[in-house]
C-alpha cells in the first residue's frame, strides 16, 4: 500500500469512527447515565425503569404483532407481484416497475397520514362515506389501530421485499421446474415443491428485512398509533422524551440499547438467508428464461387486483392529499364538498413562518447534506474497492455500522453526543447525523462504480499515453458519474423526508418538512398538512427526474435500474 | 523495432508462497515480425508483456525496446508505460463505454495533441484499414464482439506504434468467429509489417499467425522456433505434448544408427529420427495421430506396429480411433469413409522421420 493510499484510509476511519461509533458508545454509554447531565456516573437505574414500566409488556406486545404481521403481509403481497411479474403473462409489466421505486416519492408519514384522512373513526372520507350509504351510527373502521398500522406499514415494505422476490425468482433455472414437470409433478404441485422451497432463502431474506424495517418504522406508528394510543417501540422512546413532563434520554437510550440488540441480531439471520440465497438460487449464464404461465382465465381478474394495487400504492395517497387541501375541513366529496373548494389552505402554508422555515431547513439539508454525502461516500468506496487491505475492510464495516440502527434509536445516541458539542440545537447537529445514518444509501451505488471500472479500462489508456490525470479526468471520472448520480439522488430523496432522527434532534427554528407535517397531524390541520404533502412530493419528484435526466445523459438507462437495485441490497456489502 | 530481454524476473507471493512468475527470462524478438508466447494459463506469459509494456515492474532484469532501454534494475531505469509508445489489445478489448468509436480511437492521438483535423484524418484512415467505415460516432456499447476487438486493434494501431502488443485478443470470441477473425488479424498484421507480440494459450493460434513461437512453461521460455519446429522438431516432451495431440511412450535408446537412432519402448523397437541426448536424459517417444496410417507398407524407413481397433469415434472429418498394441492405446485417425470396424486386427505404420524423440 502506497503511503498516500494508507494516509487516506486512516483519515477515512477516523471521520467515519466519529460520525458513526460514536453515537453508538454515546448511546450505550447514555443507557448507563441518569441525565444528559449527569453523564458517566454509572447506573442501572434506566434499564430498571425501562423492564418495570407497566407500559412495556403492551408495547412490547404491539411491537411483536406490528413488525411481523406487516412484514407478513408485505412478504406475501411482493411474492404474488413477484410471481405475475416473472412467470406469468399478465400485459402492462411496468406497472411494477413503478411500484418498487414508489417509496422514493411519497414519504412514509405522509402515506400514514392518507390512510388516517380516509378511514380515521372521527372524520375518514370513507368512514363518513360508508356511514351515511348504509346509514351506520359509528365508523365501521378504525385505522388508529393495530390491524390499521399492520396494513398501511405492509403496504409501504412491500417493494423492499419485491426488490429482494423478484430477481431470485426470475433469475432462476427453469430446468428445475420442468424437471418436475418431466416426473409428472402439475404447474400447483411443481410450485409447492420445488420453486417456492428453492426460492425460502429469498423470502426469508425479504421477511426478515420486512421485519427491521417496520421495527424502525416511525412514520407509521407515530400518525397512525399514537392518536389511537398505540404504541411500538419506536414511538415509546418519543414518547419518553417528548410526552412525558421531563425528556428522559437515560431512559430513551436504556430502551434503544434493547431495539438496538434485536436489530443487529436481525441483521446476522439476513445476512445467513441472504448468503443462503446466493448459493441457492442458480442463476444461468446461459440466459434461460424461466417458462411463462399462460394465466387464460385468471389474466383479466389478476391484471384488476395489480392495477387496484398501484392505484392504492401511488395514486390514492395523491388524490385524498389534494382533495383535503383544497376543502376548507374533512367532508365526504359531493356538491357541498367542490362548492367549498378553494385555496385557502395553500395560501395559508407559504405565509406560515414554521412551515417556510421547515422547507428552508430540508432542502439546505437535503441540497448540501447530499453533496457532502455523495462526497464522502466516493472516497469511501474508493478506498473500499480499490486499496484492498485489512484496514479498509475495517472502514467498511464500520461505514455500514448505522444500516441496521433504527434511526429513532440512532437519534437518541446523537443526542448524548451533540449536547456536549456547540452543534447542539443546530441545523449541522441534523445535518452530521443524517450523513452519517444514510452513509451506507451513499456507499453501496459507489462500491458498484468502483467495481464496474475493470483495471484495464484504466491500464488500456495508460498504454495510449495517457497521463495518471488525464486518465482519471477522460476514464475514471465519466464512469463514475452514474454512481455518483444515484448516491446523490438517494441521499437527497431520504435527507428530504427524513423524518426519525429529526424527531429527536429537531427544536425550535431546525425544524424539517417531515416534522411539520407530524405536527399538523398532531394539530389535525389536515388541509394545510396536505398542502405542505403535495409541495414536498412535487419537489422530490422534479429532482429524481431532473437528476436522472442530467445523469442519463451520461448513461442511459442505468441511473434508474441502480436505484431501484440499490434500495433492496444495501447489505450485503456489509459481508 | 526489436526487443531484447534479459534475466528477467518476477515474483509474487500470494499466500505466503512465493510465486515465480518470470524465472529469468531471456528472449530476444525479431523486428517487423509475429511473435507468439504461448502457453497454459499460470506460465508467466501475460506477466511478461505486461512488463514489456510497463503495467508491471519486473524484480530483476533488463527490457530494451530499439535502442531504449525501457526498465533495468541495475541501470535505475523505468520508462512508464504512458511514455513508450507501444499498442496493444487488451483481452478484454477495455473499449471505453462512455465514449463512440471515434473518440475510442482518436484518444492516443489526442494525447500526442495533433491538431483535430490530422486526427480526424488518421482515424479514419485507420477504421478503414480495419473495416469499420462510417462507424465514428456508433456508441461503442453497442458493437458486437468481433466489432469491439477491431476498434480495439484500430485503437492500438491509430498511432502508427513500432511494436503492438496483443493480450489472448480472441479468447472473448465464439469459435466461428474466433477463426473468421485470426485470418483477418493475419491480413492485417501481415500488410503492415510491424513487430508484433501476441500472447495465447490456443495453439492453432500461435501456428497460424506466428513467424516465431515461444512456448513458455512455470516462468521459463522453454522452446523458441518457427510454427513448423515446434510442431514437428519439438524437443521437450511439454511443447510436444502442448503444441498438438501426440501419443507419448516411455522409450530407451537401444543403438544411434548412420540414419536412425534406435529404441525400445513398450509397443516394440521403433526406429526413429535421428537426435542425440545426453545420457542421463529421460526420453519420450511421441508420435502423432495424423502420421500414423493403417494396413502394412513395406520399407526399411518405416516401423509396423500390430495391434486391435479397441474405439471407434465418429466425428465428422474422421474416425477418432483408438489402437491397442500391446496393452497401449494408440491415437490414430481413419478415413471418415473407412471399411475398419472395433475389434478388427490392424497393422498401423509410421515413418522413422515422423517418430520423434523428446526430452522428459
Known sequence: MLKRERNLTYALIVLVSLLTVAPVLMLVMGSFSNSLHSFGNFTLKKYIAVYTDPMLFSVLGNT???????????????????????????????????????????????????????????????????????????????????????????????PIAYLIIAPAMGSFDASLEESSRVFKSGPVKTLMRITLPILRPAIMAAFILCIVRALASFGVPSVLGMPGRVYVLSTFIYRVIT???????????AIGMSILVISVGLIYVYRYFTRASDKFVTVSSRGFKPSVVQLRKGKIPLFIILLLISFILIVLPVLVLLYTSLVPYVMVPGKQAFAAMSLQNWRVVIKDPISLRSLKNSLFLCLVGATVGTFLSVLVAYVIVKIKSKASGFLESISFLSFSFPGIVIGIGFMWYFVRTPIYATIWALFFSYVATYLPYGIRPMTSAFVQIHGSLEESSLVCGASFATTMRRIVIPLLVPGIVSSWVLLATMFFRELSLSAVLSRPGTEVLAIQILRFSEDGQWGRLSALGLIMIAISIIMVAGVNILGARFKPGEVREKLVKVESQPLKATS | MEIKIRGLKKRYYSEGKVINALDGVDLDIEANKIFTLLGPSGCGKTTLLRCIVGLETPDEGEIQIGDTIVWSKEKGIYVPTEKRQLGMVFQTYAIWPHMNVFNNVAYPLQNMKLPKAEIAARVAKTLKFVQLEGFESRPSTRLSGGQQQRVALARALVAEPKVILFDEPLSNLDAKLREETRKELKTFLGDLGITAVYVTHDRVEALALSDTIGVMNAGHIVELGSPKKIYFDADHQFVADFIGRANLIPATITEQGEAYTFVDTAVGPIRCQKRSFAPDDELVLCLRPEFIEFGKVEGDDVNHLDGTISQMSFVGEMYETEVDVAGIRIMAKLDPMTRYNEGDRVTLNVKAEQCLLVSK
Open chain 1, 64 to 158: 411483536a404483532i406490528f413488525v411481523v404481521g406487516s412484514a407478513a403481509f408485505a412478504t406475501i403481497l411482493a411474492l404474488f407481484l413477484a410471481y405475475l411479474n416473472t412467470r406469468t403473462d399478465i400485459p402492462f409489466k411496468f406497472l411494477f416497475k413503478v411500484l418498487s421505486v414508489m417509496p422514493m416519492m411519497i414519504p412514509h408519514v405522509l402515506f400514514g397520514v392518507s390512510w388516517a384522512l380516509l378511514l380515521n373513526p372521527s372524520n375518514g372520507i370513507l368512514n363518513m362515506w360508508l356511514m351515511r350509504a348504509f346509514s351506520l351510527s359509528s365508523a365501521p373502521f378504525n385505522i388508529y389501530s393495530l390491524p390499521g398500522m399492520v396494513l398501511v406499514e405492509g403496504l409501504l415494505d412491500m
Open chain 1, 243 to 253: 410526552v412525558s413532563l421531563i425528556a428522559d434520554y437515560g431512559k430513551a437510550a
